[in-house]
């Protein structure tokens, strides 16, 4: 199958061997970006009409420069945001390392761009609230609540867990969550001990017998188990 593509220039190889190039659709819809992996050929359009080159970052990122401006999109998105504003007066050439980090040469002088040591994930960067408590366990998840909501961070998936109505919110959780070893979460909110089942995504009150009084979970011990009062 033809791609429709001309004008292949700029590849850049990363980490994983995948090869991306900037290319013009020979049909005159604009840029796009074209990424081979050694079998397989997959094209996405750059957002950016005068883009004189286009790379891709860490973390899915997309990026673009003019002469005077440098952009920056998530993979998919159908705009790009001016991610340059006050680096340089102009933009000339770029050099990509494989793990996507990249060198601007600049009418300003040469600029860096790698990713912080300390930053949000992609998934959650638009979440604002506060996040009073997180664990995770062996099996690379991490759990933490946030507003009126238990989040999940899993590889690429991020997964959201509305609290009942007897939970005001995050706020009314005290600052621990517990993973069992049969999956169940364990925490404490508006007075009550309560458990989360993930497969079921459900919240239920810990119950005992009431002359057992009510149950405070402590910590994990070192095999797992949960220790309570």
Known sequence: ESLQLQGFQEPHEDEAGVVTLLTEASTGRGM?????DGQHWTVEAVPIQAAQRAWCA?????????????????????????????????YHDVAVERDGTFWLATSD??????????????????????????????????????DTKLHLLEDDRHQEYSLPIMIPGAQSVAPALFPLKDG??????????????????????????????????????????????
């Open 109 to 146: 002088g040469l600029i860096r761009y790698a990713l912080l040591t300390w930053r949000t994930p992609n998934l959650v960067r638009t979440l604002n609230a506060p996040v009073p408590c997180l664990t995770g366990n062996g099996e690379s998840r991490l759990w933490f609540f946030s």
């Open 58 to 90: 860490a973390e899915g990122t997309r990026w673009a420069m003019t002469g005077n401006s440098l952009m920056e999109w998530e993979t998919g998105a159908p705009e790009a945001v001016n991610a340059g504003q006050g680096f340089a007066r102009q």
């Open 184 to 229: 169940m979460l364990v925490f404490e909110a508006a007075g009550q001990c309560w458990q989360f089942e993930p497969g079921k995504g459900v919240f239920s009150p810990v119950r005992r017998e009431p002359s057992a009084g009510p149950v405070k979970a402590l910590g994990l011990l070192r095999d797992g188990r949960l220790c309570v009062q």
């Open 32 to 36: 796009t970006l074209v990424h081979f």
